[in-house]
């Protein structure tokens, strides 16, 4: 009963390089978050998919970044172009269905780490 | 726009003694209020939660207090053990979001 499955772990980049960073959800779960971890900070929220939908994609930066979440396959982050400033830890989170009145369970994944150079 | 509040910062406590970590937040529409406990290297993991018509939970050595009409929460950790030593994010939800504290760094001394 794997949790959720994020990689890489690690993930080094040269400025002006593009980040792909993945995530598998539990399974059963269907919704998908992706939040951004900065050192020594909260996690900040960036994007929630459905499978083929982007349900909010109100904290992710207009430009540069991208999230899918396709019928088959992992849900991917794409950064393009990074920035210094895009190194953090990226978390994916995964729930069965849209957390209504009832459910309240969301699993982290381990976390991206990337770091750009 | 700061919504929520987490204090203190970092905590340094003797084991056995009871650390408490408090969250102040402003959005009365939130619905949830969850501890989530973060290891060095790893995603949080959710510590315990409590809905807003109960004013307090225990589970194990952790219990949260909740307090409406001052728009806070708490967390305290009975007994606690050099293993408890990790950041707490204190992350009320609106919606399907969390809005997460700043963290509290505990450390546990032996």
């Known amino acids: 009963n794997a949790g959720v499955m994020q990689n890489p772990r690690h993930l080094v980049r040269r400025r002006g390089q593009e980040a792909r960073l993945r995530c598998s959800p539990m399974?059963?779960?269907?919704?998908v978050y992706w939040y951004r971890q900065l050192p020594e900070e909260g996690l900040k929220f960036m994007v929630y998919?459905?499978?083929?939908?982007?349900?909010?994609e109100s904290g992710m930066p207009k430009e540069r970044f991208s999230a899918e979440f396709p019928k088959e396959g992992p849900s991917i982050l794409r950064i393009q172009q990074v920035v210094r400033g895009d190194s953090a830890a990226y978390f994916c989170?995964?729930?069965?269905?849209?957390?209504?009145?009832?459910?309240?369970?969301?699993?982290f994944g381990s976390g991206t780490r990337l770091t750009v150079v | 726009q700061q919504q929520v509040k987490q204090s203190p910062q970092s905590l340094i406590v003797q084991k056995g003694g009871i650390p408490i970590i408090n969250c102040a937040y402003e959005n009365t529409a939130f619905d949830y209020f969850p501890w989530y406990q973060q290891f060095p290297g790893k995603g949080p993991a959710l510590l315990i939660a409590?809905?807003?018509d109960v004013s307090e939970k225990k589970e194990g050595r952790f219990t949260i207090s909740f307090n409406k009409s001052a728009k806070q929460f708490s967390l305290h950790i009975m007994d606690s053990q050099p293993g408890d030593s990790a950041t707490y994010f204190c992350a009320p939800r609106g919606n399907y979001q969390l809005i997460w504290g700043a963290g509290t760094k505990l450390i546990i001394k032996p």
């Open positions: 409590i809905r807003p």
């Open positions: 989170a995964s729930s069965p269905q849209s957390l209504g009145k009832r459910h309240y369970g969301y699993t």
């Open positions: 399974k059963g779960h269907s919704h």
């Open positions: 998919l459905q499978k083929e939908n982007i349900i909010d």
